[in-house]
């Protein structure tokens, strides 16, 4: 966990703050934005330590890539027991947040989680806050591909709807469990895969409606919480469209998100996010910003 430590000198005490010791679960294109921009001058206070996929040659390749290579793990008990371990960024998927998140808070770091579709989860969120409560541990959720949550969380109470529309390619929306029935099929328009509820969208897609579950959790649940999944071959990226009403007034957003380059799934704007979670969580400086 952070914390600052005192350090005196001969005209004054100051307050310097210890660097913060980071964990990277997943290796993937997320997990090597975020151990690069660590490992680089753009998160002070950070420092990569060690890393976790059960594919050893993604571990190997991307401490390669690391000017202070960290310690590389396939076992997660060993990754999670490393020592000093202070914050781990999970970047690898909703199965991996549900089998891991917890272990990981138990031991008191802080955790970054990507896979915020796991929340969704009454039994999972549960078992992940009484072990955030029961060691001093932190969950912290980025925004992910959209913007906007800090305003749905000021307005929460008063919240009557919230919805998203989320545009892909076919491309980016192969291999979800609720695409399989169109993954034969020449799609030639912008169609409608999917229009329910959030918590029933981030099962059916995980790996790309984690923003649904998000802004869920943000807002008014993921029951309530209306999702709307269209694929289009002519969308002009990945496309998130927000709109929020209550008692406050009425909130749209929309978000025209570049894929990334090396996963076409995720917007590139995700693992940018977070980034700046981490970077948030290890400066000094002034936050900007609910």
């Not at 660590?38 to 998160?43: G, H, L, M, P």
């Not at 310690?71 to 970047?91: N, Q, R």
């Not at 990981?104 to 969704?120: P, V």
């Not at 291999?175 to 329910?196: K, L, M, N, Q, S």
């Amino acid at each position: 966990m952070k914390t600052l430590v005192g350090c005196a000198t001969d005209t004054a005490e100051m307050m310097i703050e210890a660097i913060v010791n980071v964990g990277i679960l997943g290796c993937g294109a997320m997990g090597r934005e975020l151990a690069l921009a660590a490992d680089s001058d753009r998160i002070p206070n950070a420092r990569v330590v060690a890393l976790f996929d059960i594919d050893e040659k993604a571990v190997a390749g991307l401490s390669a890539d690391l000017s202070n290579p960290p310690t590389g793990y396939s076992d997660i008990d060993a990754f999670v027991a490393h020592p000093g371990l202070g914050l781990v960024v999970e970047c690898a998927s909703q199965a991996a947040a549900r089998a891991h998140a917890a272990k990981i808070l138990r031991t008191g770091a802080a955790l970054i989680l990507m896979s915020s579709g796991a929340l969704t989860d009454p039994d999972v969120y549960e078992e992940m806050s009484d072990a955030a409560r029961s060691s001093g541990g932190k969950v912290i959720v980025p925004s992910g591909a959209i913007g906007g949550i800090d305003a749905i969380r000021a307005v929460k109470h008063l919240l009557e709807t919230v919805t998203l529309t989320t545009t892909k390619p076919p491309l980016a929306l192969s291999g979800a469990p609720g695409f399989a029935e169109w993954e034969d099929r020449e799609i030639t328009e912008a169609t409608v895969i999917f229009d329910g509820p959030a918590s029933e969208a981030v099962r059916l897609f995980p790996a790309n409606v984690n923003v649904g579950a998000t802004l869920s959790l943000a807002g008014i649940g993921p029951t309530q919480t209306m999702v709307t999944v269209i694929a289009d071959p002519d969308a002009p990226g990945n496309v998130h469209q927000i709109e929020a009403s209550g008692s406050f007034g009425k909130f749209k957003f929309e978000f025209i998100n570049e894929p990334h380059p090396a996963n076409p799934k995720t917007s590139y704007l995700a693992p940018l996010a977070a980034i700046e979670a981490l970077r948030t969580y290890c400066d000094t400086g002034p936050r900007i910003g609910s």
